[in-house]
């Protein structure tokens, strides 16, 4: 074995998964991962510890698989990390743990995310369930949202003690998890909702359907329902769009509708009550990680799809890998492309999107070279469908109901990085509610801080 390489991780064919929703990568077996584990020279000060916003115990786990000791490296894991089998999947391991591994200085750093990811199915498999609190506070912490950021602050404090109650304003828990992100990435049944019943394994309460700010408001919560603190984990649902003539178009979606109709309703399915419009053709117009993945669901149920983005394939801000499995799977990508116009017929139906070829600039604020339009080089695209993948807001629907809770000019809720306290007494945030959208891990990584500064506040400490 060469331990400046990685073991391969097996994948579906890209031919044969381009017209499945099954899970693409397929994941390491017991062989495969302590082979990949003994790669590991188990630095004494772990920079890859350093890389994770939630700070597991990585040589330590991974020291435990190269035993073949997988149940005690699944209890090290979950000491730290409400969803492994989640985080194994969908963090950005190569610009974090991975990122930082001493290991890949001189060649392929460990694949810590798929040693993760088999730990964490191993253990689903196995009936393995993650130690709960050794005893009871006798207090009552709200959560509103049970995406990451809620299911991590809520499974952190159930392990101190408390009493905790998740509210869920959709039918199903999970909010990104189950709304946001693909079958074909992240599977419902066999990760996510095991991942929940873990969580609720250690006694957190989950009611769906519960749209705080109109069912309840935050106060009701602390002043009639007996909660001492609460946490606002309800992430950025609110889509934006360019603002270009025709965006009204029937056939105009947000990422965020697309992905959410087709992974939680089951819009891809004709018997569906809100199935999607079978389209022939497809431009996705943004370049993040949901862009690769509304491309993906689109290609699924049977369209060409055309990724449309105004800079370089360098500036992509989606992860190399979701790039790297588009292409294979045969979506194209027009990059330094700008939609300017969406044109419709004569009863509002998209019949295709006025471009404009762009060149890049020098740097703006983000530190990448901007977008110039190149004049004269507008051209129109054929197509029946375009989804808009522009990045999310907060919903004002909390902020607004809830009296003495600051939020910013982009309407996130201002609160502290270190704890998440918010400007309101015994009121906590964390995750996109306060960021914007960003990635899961580091939703988990805000919810087990506001974990950490509830049980303070609640202490007394």
Not at 150 to 156: H, N, R, V
Not at 242 to 266: C, D, H, Q, W
Not at 338 to 356: F, L, R
Not at 422 to 448: N, P, Q, R, S
Request: proline fraction near 5%.
């Amino acid at each position: 074995m060469d331990v400046f390489k990685k073991i391969p991780v097996r994948e579906q064919d890209a031919k044969e998964r381009a017209a499945n929703f099954e899970e693409v990568c397929l994941g390491y077996d017991k062989e495969e991962a302590m082979n990949e584990a003994s790669r590991c020279i188990n630095c004494k000060n772990a920079q890859c510890v350093k890389g994770c916003p939630v700070a597991i115990d990585i040589p330590a786990f991974i020291q435990k698989v190269k035993e073949g000791e997988i149940e005690e490296a699944y209890q090290i894991i979950s000491k730290a990390s409400a969803l492994p089998a989640v985080c194994g999947r969908v963090c950005p391991q190569e610009s974090q743990c991975e990122g930082k591994c001493i290991r890949g200085i001189k060649g392929d750093p460990i694949s810590i995310g798929k040693l993760e990811r088999f730990v964490a199915d191993w253990a689903r498999e196995n009936g393995i369930k993650p130690e709960g609190a050794v005893e009871q506070k006798g207090k009552k912490v709200a959560v509103i949202g049970s995406g990451p950021a809620g299911l991590t602050c809520a499974g952190d404090l159930a392990k101190m003690g408390y009493e905790v109650t998740i509210f869920e304003a959709l039918h199903e828990p999970g909010g990104v998890l189950v709304y946001g992100i693909p079958e074909f990435r992240l599977p419902k049944s066999e990760v996510v909702a095991k991942e929940i019943e873990n969580v609720k394994a250690l006694g957190v309460k989950i009611e769906t359907n519960v749209v705080v700010g109109k069912a309840v408001t935050i106060d009701e919560l602390i002043q009639e329902e007996g909660f001492e603190a609460v946490f606002i984990g309800s992430g950025a649902g609110l889509p934006k769009f360019m603002g270009i003539p025709g965006e009204n178009s029937n056939g105009v979606f947000s990422a965020n509708e697309y992905l959410t109709r087709s992974n939680l309703m089951k819009a891809f399915d004709r018997d569906s009550n809100t199935p999607i419009m079978e389209s022939r053709k497809v431009a996705v117009v943004g370049g993040g990680n949901v862009a690769m993945d509304a491309a993906r669901t689109a290609l699924r149920l049977g369209a060409e799809v055309h990724i449309v983005y105004r800079r370089s394939e360098e500036e992509l801000p989606a992860r190399v890998e979701e790039v790297h499995h588009a292409k294979e799977e045969g979506i194209i990508f027009d990059l330094l492309t700008n939609p300017v116009e969406i044109y419709a017929d004569e009863k509002g139906w998209v019949t295709g999107m006025k471009c404009i070829r762009m060149e890049l600039g020098e740097p703006d604020a983000s530190g990448r070279r901007r977008p110039v339009e190149v004049p004269g080089s507008e051209f129109v695209m054929e197509l029946d469908t375009v989804i808009m993948s522009l990045g999310t807001s907060p919903n004002p629907l909390i902020s607004s109901t809830t009296e003495g809770l600051e939020t910013n000019k982009w309407k996130c809720i201002v609160a502290q990085e270190e704890d998440g306290k918010t400007t309101k007494e015994g009121v906590y945030a964390g995750g996109d509610a306060v960021t914007g959208a960003a990635t899961v891990i580091l939703a988990m990584g805000a919810g087990k801080a506001a974990a950490k500064g509830i049980d303070e506040y609640l202490s007394g400490r």
